[in-house]
Nanobody
Framework: QVQLVESGGGLVQAGGSLRLSCAAA????????MGWYRQAPGKQRELVATITITSGGSTNYADSVKGRFTISNDNVKNTVYLQMNALIPEDTAVYYCNARNRWDTNYWGKGTLVTISS
């Protein structure tokens, strides 16, 4: 089992920045990717960004956040970060941390709320 705990959410004005953190604990062996997803009110959960853990740290971003968000990880601390800049009201959502293992089992955190005011 893998436990994920997100932090760093909050209320910020449009144009501002936030940094989300996701601390992972438990059986991390076999985890090959981590990422962030978000779910806005009335919408489906969507991918924000992912990063591979086991090979080179390649990243993938949703088109809506490219150039504004940066995902990174610290393998020593088992922590993944999401630096969010130039925030817009459409970024308002609950942000969930995800970890996926080599058998495609997904683990989820409980989420952290990000609210962007216009």
């Amino acid at each position: 089992q893998v436990q994920l705990v997100e932090s760093g959410g909050g209320l910020v004005q449009a144009g501002g920045s936030l940094r989300l953190s996701c601390a992972a604990a438990g059986s991390m062996s076999g985890i090959n990717a981590m990422g962030w997803y978000r779910q806005a009110p009335g919408k489906q959960r969507e991918l924000v960004a992912t990063i591979t853990i086991t090979s080179g740290g390649s990243t993938n971003y949703a088109d809506s956040v490219k150039g504004r968000f940066t995902i990174s990880n610290d393998n020593v601390k088992n922590t993944v970060y999401l630096q969010m800049n130039a925030l817009i009201p459409e970024d308002t959502a609950v942000y969930y941390c995800n970890a996926r293992n080599r058998w495609d089992t997904n683990y989820w955190g409980k989420g952290t709320l990000v609210t962007i005011s216009s």
